[in-house]
């Protein structure tokens, strides 16, 4: 075919308007020294935004939850619900902008979580939220402690976490993280450092009842001399001869011996008491509530003290532990540290964030080298750096956006950058590229080519972007704590599109003008200079096979309509697939992870000791477990995992591991999925306790895979529809780790009183309950300073005292009148079942039914085995299921998302509208994105990948970009129209002369999505969504587009 037939037939009769040349596009054509001045003003403020940017792991988001604790030492929580959560929850509920409040009652300890609209300012809520809660604080009972409010933020959780170990004691190694702790918090991005394990000192002070009385005391009265008279007092300066003195007076007391010989009362005239006639006075360790052992590279595990260190809001994670770990480090070569403590990290973010990052870095260089080859085989060399530059500008740009509106780089908006960077060189192909055509006629100078392309496609070039863009920008209303947690994608990539966008229509033609127009110019004979220029790949045979195809298939309106019947099959057969089940769905599936976990729950009541011992036959399996690298254990407390409200569960009968997995850069071959279930095999052996092997899933936390919660007015008909849900959960493929959140406690002491009695004996219920806890748990009456050690002092009956119920009645409290009287006479005993917590949703109680998924099971498929399952469940009147958890999380997102995408497509509705002014021409162009659902559904299928929010991030960000080619098509044969081309040869050589921009397009996305599909599990359904979504809509729209424009649109 000769060279004139395969030239566009517009480009035939296009001419030159001089008037372009004083167009605002010649201006940085003409001006090329500001130009490039300009290019380095971006580089520099590119490079300062990206020096400026944090570091981070995930978001940071505010999840616009507060939280209201309260501890009231010794209280059941029946007693804490009655006494202290009702109260707060009347109060609390009168803040504006509440979503829901939830509460948990439980032994000493009343928490509630109070979540907050999407659009209240948390800030304000915060505020009443603290007011509302000093207002209940009198009306609590008197030996409560202070309300703790908190806003909970996924930074509280600790980004750094390391174990000391070695040949010291608890004491010892407690004293060493103590100093490491103080160290860290110097820091100004360290918020806090928890510390747990090891042992403490106190104290103790052992009061025998027989002699306090025989002397006439009470406990309360040795508390208050113990607080008089540990004090210093400043008397002032006196001059003295020369020198100026201070003087001050030091009753503190800072040893055993010294509290043994206090003073405590007189007898008589001349006559002592010292606190060693009454009581026994040691230094002993405080009551353990937590162990913590360590095991490295297989070694048995040992006693082990563990810090957790939390960063500040934006903070940089990387910066933060690589400036601790200096810290330690200097504390060791000073020796304050012994070079002999074994510390090991058990969990460090910044490890995982310079792993994303190469691996990220790697990706995104991998892309650019798979685009400029493309672009090189296709277009030339020369072309391809012009298109490529627009990569780093952009890049720049966006780092100096981000920085200036407070982002921070972490996995998504690194993941952003790379799915950017196969639409942001879009543009920048389409302006290389008709330049190409343009200058090539031979017709036109560089720049009048460029002002040519610039006049034809600014109008196009702009519809496309927006249409993106609008896309993408109404993801950024999402609500919800998951449209809060994404954010930076489409915030990213709605910066990037635009930026490209603005480079495509200024720098790219001036830099095109320079490297390609002139040297094509220059050199036009060598066939080095023809490859520069034209590319090693020819498009014209494909060009030429396409005008072949879509003049067959026009040359009757009867087989255009054939052939669009057969893609509507093609259509309803994709969607059948997700319809039918064939297409799983998955909101966040579990990926291969090197962090699990494992949460031990022993019978209520069980002892620290006895968990510890239970939770040494899982160690034992887990240290012969070759793909494990270390294990940290806390018995005390289980693993708080998946929990949007964060906090963990505690309590002697718990115990948390948390496991590192070998990573898989150093040799681990395994899934972290495939280890889980062996390890679920393996603890079934062990039948003393509840174990559950938790694996961590993508996403923000959102509760568990399943939640339901029963409400209703008698806890025992709610216990009772909590077990036949646990039983038919149990039936339910895939379900594991099924808990109801009423768990019963061992009989208790139920203490109470007669009130006739209590009057008769001048006695209250405060006062006497305030005894009973003073003489069995203890107090600290007064806290002693040694040098930086604070150290408690603590007073309680001798134990043996006070360890069997008869004992508990024979003692004697003091009445107002100063008069003993035997707690029997006032005591009725009840000795019965207790709970562990009570839980509270909007102050109704309820009970929660949770259960996690495995073996291939999803959320979904739970909610929906159950769903089947209980259809002819008869639940009694007056109660009803609700779900929670992830689907309840899911559906929010969903629904937002939903509402997202239905804005987003009001304003590409709109864009078409105005740039065609054509309701038909619009509607056809939308045509793109059901035939973008036909590559997505068959591709999702057919590599066994469920339908994830990510592949639904993937599938809306489809719709604008399938739209670009619909668009650049029929600009195309609009303005072949207008130029008076016959109506045939319009649809058949528009879609020609727009082959190479819509196939470059197309691949270069698809190229760019390769890496990262192939990389990262987590974006596995993204990228297989863009990539057969768009090559599948790229060949239909160049076949379906031409067909129905030529069935629709009437030849005039």
């Known amino acids: 075919m000769s060279k004139k037939t395969q030239e566009s037939l517009y480009l035939e009769k296009l001419t030159y308007d001089p008037k372009l040349d004083d167009s605002w596009f010649a201006f940085f054509i003409d001006r090329k020294r500001f130009l490039f001045l300009l290019i380095i003003i971006i580089c520099i403020a590119g490079y300062l935004g990206l020096k400026a940017l944090p570091l981070e792991s995930q978001p940071e988001v505010s999840i616009g939850i507060g939280v209201v604790s309260v501890v009231l030492p010794g209280g059941s929580p029946e007693v804490m619900e009655d006494l202290v959560t009702k109260k707060l929850e009347k109060e609390i509920s009168k803040i504006k902008g509440i979503d829901t409040m939830n509460s948990t009652s439980m032994n000493s300890v009343s928490v509630i979580s109070v979540q907050f ?65 103080e160290e860290l918090e110097k820091n100004v991005l360290v918020s806090e450092v928890s510390i747990s394990g090891g042992d403490e000192t106190e104290y103790g002070i052992f009061i025998d009842p027989k002699k306090l009385e025989a002397f006439g005391l009470t406990i309360g009265a040795v508390n208050n001399t113990l607080q008089s008279l540990n004090f210093t007092i400043p008397i002032g300066q006196y001059d003295i001869g020369s020198y100026t003195h201070s003087f001050n007076v030091d009753e503190r007391y800072y040893t055993v011996a010294s509290l043994r010989d206090l003073i405590i009362a007189k007898t008589g005239t001349t006559g002592i008491i010292r606190l060693s006639d009454i009581a026994r006075v040691d230094e002993v360790a405080k009551k353990r509530t937590t162990i913590a052992r360590l095991s490295d590279k297989g070694s048995s595990p040992e006693s082990a003290v563990t810090l957790g260190v939390v960063k500040k809001k934006g903070g940089s994670i990387v910066n933060l532990v690589t400036e601790g770990e200096a810290a330690i480090e200097t504390l060791k070569k000073s020796g304050i540290i012994p070079s002999d403590v074994i510390i090991t990290t058990v969990l460090d973010q910044s490890e995982r964030i310079k792993l994303d990052l190469a691996h990220l870095i790697r990706d995104g260089l991998i892309t650019v080298v798979l685009v400029f080859i493309t672009l090189f085989l296709i277009i030339g060399v020369r072309e391809a750096l012009v ?117 495509a229509l200024t720098i790219n033609p001036a830099l095109a003008v320079v490297f390609v127009g002139h040297s094509a110019e220059k050199k036009k004979s060598s066939q080095w200079s023809n490859i520069l220029n034209k590319g090693l790949i020819s498009i014209h045979p494909l060009e030429d096979f396409y005008a072949r195809t879509i003049d067959r298939l026009l040359l009757s309106k009867k087989r255009a309509k054939k052939f669009l019947i057969g893609v509507l099959f093609l259509f309803i057969s994709a969607l059948s697939l997700p319809i039918s089940g064939i297409l799983k769905s998955d909101f966040f599936p579990k990926t291969d992870q090197d962090l699990m976990f494992i949460n031990i729950e022993a019978e209520a009541g069980t002892k620290l000791d006895v968990t510890s011992e239970i939770t040494k036959q899982i160690e034992e399996i887990l240290i012969k477990e070759k793909e494990i690298a270390s294990f940290s254990t806390a018995i005390g407390s289980q693993v708080a995992v998946g929990k949007s409200t964060g906090g963990s569960t505690s309590g002697s009968n718990f115990a948390g591991i948390s496991i590192n997995l070998v990573k898989k850069e150093y040799g681990r071959e395994e899934l972290s999925l495939s280890i889980a279930e062996r390890l679920r095999t393996k603890m079934k052996t062990i039948t003393d306790a509840k174990i559950s092997v938790v694996e961590l899933a993508g996403g923000p936390p959102a509760g568990g895979d399943f939640e339901l919660k029963i409400s209703g007015a008698d806890f025992r008909v709610m216990e009772n529809i909590a077990n036949d849900v ?8 895939g379900a594991i780790n099924i808990e109801t959140s009423r768990k019963p406690l061992p009989l208790e002491f139920r203490l109470s009183f007669d009130s006739t009695k209590l009057a008769l004996y001048n006695l209250t219920l405060p006062q006497v309950s305030l005894f009973l806890k003073n003489v069995i748990d203890g107090t600290d009456a007064t806290t002693i300073y040694k040098g930086n050690d604070e150290i408690a002092v603590r007073t309680r009956y001798e134990t043996s005292s006070t360890d069997t119920i008869d004992k508990i009645k024979d003692l004697k409290v003091r009445n107002n009148s100063g008069q003993d009287v035997f707690i029997r006479d006032i005591l009725k005993t ?223």
């Open 117 to 181: 609209k999407s659009d209240t300012d948390i800030a304000t809520a915060m505020r009443d939220l603290k007011d509302k809660t000093d207002l209940v604080k009198p009306k609590l009972p008197a030996d409560a402690k202070d309300p703790v409010v908190k806003e909970i933020s996924f930074d509280d959780t600790p980004i750094w976490t390391f174990s000391l170990a070695g040949k010291y004691d608890g004491f010892k190694l407690r004293k060493f993280a103590t100093i490491i702790q």
């Open 830 to 1052: 009840e000795f019965e079942p207790s709970v562990f917590s009570i839980s509270r949703i909007d102050q109704k109680r309820v009970i929660s039914v949770t259960a996690s998924a495995a073996g291939g099971a999803t959320a979904t498929s739970l909610l929906a085995g159950f769903t089947e399952k209980t259809k002819d469940y008869k639940i009694p009147a007056g109660y009803e299921f609700s779900t929670g958890g992830a689907n309840e999380e899911n559906a929010k997102s969903v629904q937002s998302l939903l509402i997202a995408m239905v804005f987003g497509m009001f304003f590409i509705v709109a864009t078409l509208v105005i740039l065609f002014d054509s309701y038909k021409q619009s509607i056809m162009v939308l045509v793109t994105i059901p035939l973008s659902l036909i590559g997505v559904f068959y591709g999702l299928t057919l590599f066994g990948q469920p339908l994830s929010f990510p592949g639904l991030i993937g599938l809306v960000a489809l719709f604008g970009i399938v739209v670009r080619n619909g668009i650049i098509l029929f600009d195309k044969i609009n303005l072949n129209r207008r130029e008076g081309i016959p109506f045939r040869e319009s649809v058949i050589d528009g879609g020609k002369s727009r082959l190479e921009p819509v196939f470059l397009t197309s691949v270069c996305t698809v190229l760019g999505m390769i890496p990262l599909t192939l990389s990262n599990p987590t974006w596995t359904s993204l990228g297989l969504s863009i990539i057969f979504g768009l090559s599948v809509s790229t060949v239909f729209t160049l076949l379906v587009l031409p067909a129905l424009y030529f069935l629709v649109i009437k030849e005039k």
């Open 387 to 503: 298109a490529g530059a627009a990569v780093p500008l952009v890049f720049l740009i966006t780092f100096a956006v981000m920085s200036a509106f407070g982002q921070t780089l972490n996995f998504l908006s690194m993941f952003a950058l790379i799915l950017s960077l196969g639409l942001l060189v879009d543009d920048a192909i389409v302006v290389i590229s008709a330049f190409n055509q343009y200058h090539r006629t031979g017709k036109f100078t560089p720049k009048q080519a460029a002002l040519l392309v610039l006049r034809d496609y600014k109008q196009v070039l702009t519809s496309t972007t927006l249409t993106v863009v609008w896309i993408f920008s109404a993801m950024l209303f999402m609500t919800g704590l998951i449209g809060k947690f994404i954010f930076s994608i489409p915030f990213v990539i709605t910066v990037t599109l635009i930026a490209s966008f603005i480079i």
């Open 726 to 733: 646990k039983k038919i959960l149990a039936t339910v493929p």
